[in-house]
């Protein structure tokens, strides 16, 4: 409790040991898990995850933890509960450490060992059991709030990320070190600061996937994807579901430098692939050889047909990606008309010919300059 | 649970910033003006360099004077969230004043191992923010423009070139003619889709140079190169008259930096990429790009790069001739296709599409959160002490909204979310009052109310 609410940072210096937070999204798609019940009951699957991060917080006494849900419709705080619904966790989560039979009632699934975990809970290390209660009860909501109509294939997992990304720059803040305001002019701190941003906090991400990346979430999940790699959080990523493919997640472990896995063969392993897979930080695994992909797929899909090519053209302008010349050599998004280059280049062994230095200078292709002259020499 | 969150909200919330524990403290003793103690004095009269500026806003009182530099960072904030026209695709060559001038100790420790330490953090933040940009890096020294590093689109291959220069004395006088004749050597090549820039960082106040440089001038107008300079020590007229007559006559690119910070801050505004102005609307075109997939090796052999002739296991093979790389962005060297990550691509996409500003929520609407809602940082509650010592320039209730979602955010996820993250954290969270995305593909419209209450959804 005292790690959430960031007052443990005034005993960082006593301990010496670096704290790691792990940020943990797990992707709650009804329909995904739906499908998956056969092999992974959503109930085990929350079971195993709490192990694991119970297992993350033994690791070291300043170790923390944030989970997040990726739903269908929104992206909500489980683990530090928000504090609006304070009034009502605060009368539940009493409830929950000794009543909490009618916990298993909102959903059917939420079966016998989500429930044997919260009732055994007076015997329990107090934050694992806080953790516990906060998890259940938020899922539980969250079940309950989401109605059975219209409900998408996809998640919203940009949102979760930006958010925990926000989450994990506040923490982060309050771990770094005094910054020297008053003497902005040592070139070394400054350059430092910005550099290696948390060398005080270890923090990762986690995204456990279920269901498919979503197009329209393209550019935002690529921007929270570059913000993390910019303050050098991994991003992991572990792909539970055999029907879907995580692929702007399985870009975000590799554009990090996170891991990706996926044990879509055999989900009922979950727990074996987190404690294997995704439980040392950023630290130990300097010492580690880490699971590495061995082929991504970086292909883009055009923005004309939605057609995922390797070889494209693209807008100087507005970047916009087309699988061939759009018609009129208009770009189809800001509608800028185009000057086009000569595609078919030679290849650069062959040696120019001399006629064809004067049709450089009449055409507007690639190679025209604006300046007919050359490169004068200083006079 | 409820206990300890609401100790904080008395205590961490009430201060928006953290930093503010850490400067405070040395900042009141020097406010008291003789009062300090022997050993304090002489800490300030190390850390501090320019006492007149703390002292003549000290007499607003202390704790504005910080209040000011965060809100002077909001404010930067606010400008230009209006979507423009950028030259994505950028050549840049950045010109490095390495003659005596740079010697000067006036910024500390002086002003030529400041302007290569903040050099370094530039080209990092340059192809941060232009992964499918090019760089050059020239220096001025002994009267003539020396070469650092060629024009490349790889940060790794520039720092490498910074750390040898680090080391050697600045020297000799600075040419800007020779300088600039050199980026228009540099950029002759650079495609007419993309900018062609220079940066210069000029300490000196002289430029010894071999001609008349108003002819250079008018050369590299001509060649449509834009060039900006950041000044070190005083205004000169001829880098003035650089700017303006380069920049179509708008001479905001020259600046000149006031301090340390300063100077860091102009540079990396440069990193930003420039607005396209209307009369070189006529240089788009459309580029062929290869996007490839990232394999390995079949079984256990190993590749050889094309680009480099290194040996590797894991590359990337050109889409139309089949080349290996072992690197990208880069262009083909068997056939000059340009191969880049689509991911490149989508790193420009915020510049295009910014981040609207978040806008101060008065105390009349602050009831509606308790916390920040992206990292649940409690904020402070009502009271008629946070009322009349409202900061300047900040938001009174140490809440910021976003217009489109309407939630409240901290200020530090404010910065965070626009410096860096480009996101805000609301809108992409709940898409159930926004009809877009998934919501479209089946026709349904969602209500449309944003706020966080109880979830609605007409079919």
Known sequence: MNNIDASAHYEVEATGQTPSLLTLIIDTNPRAWAALDGSLPFSKAVANILVFVNAHLAFGNDNQVAILAAHSNRAVWLYPPPPGRHARHGSSSGGDRDGDVEMAGANGQNGDSARQGAASSANKYPQFASIEASIVSSLRSLVSETAASSLPATTLVAGALTTALAYIHKTSLAYAPPKQSSDPANPTTAATVTATQTPTLHARILAISVSDSEPAQYIATMNAVFAASHARIPIDTLSLSPHASPTFLQQAAFITGGAYLSCAANPSGLLSYLMFGFLPDAEARTHLVTPSQDSIDFRAACFCHRKVIDTGFVCSI??????????????????????????????VVVVRKKKKKKRINGLTGREETGSATGTPAPT | MADSDGEYQANDGSDDEFGDHQVAPSNRTRGQAGAPSKGQRRAAWEDVTRTWEVLEENEDGTIKRIETAEAKKRARLMKDTTPLQRGIIRHLVLVLDMSFAMAEKDLLPNRHELTMAYTREFVREYFEQNPISQLGIIGMRDGVAVRISDMSGNPADHLEMLTDWVKKEPQGNP??????????GALFHAPSHGTREVLIVYGALMSSDPGDIHETISAVIKDRIRVSVVGISAQVAICAELCAKTNGGDGSSYSIALHEQHLRDLLLDVTTPPATRVTEQNNASLLMMGFPSRTMATGDTINYCACHNRPTREGYECTRCGSRVCRLPAECPGCSLTLILSTHLARSYHHLFPLRNWVDVPWSDAGRSTACYACLTPFPVYSRQLAEHAPVGLSESA?????????????????????????????????RGVPDGEADVDGTVLQTNGSASAMEIDS
């Open chain 2, 175 to 184: 040419s800007l003619q020779n300088a600039l004749e050199m980026c228009r």
């Open chain 1, 318 to 347: 507005c970047l916009s990606i087309f699988c061939e010349v759009p018609e009129g050599s208009e770009c189809l998004t800001c509608g800028t008309k185009l000057a086009l280059g000569k595609y078919g280049a030679k290849p």
């Open chain 2, 399 to 431: 809440r910021y909204a976003c217009e489109v979602c309407g939630n409240h955010f901290c200020i530090d996820c404010d910065l965070f979310a626009h410096e860096v993250l480009h996101n805000c954290p609301g809108c992409q969270s709940d898409t």
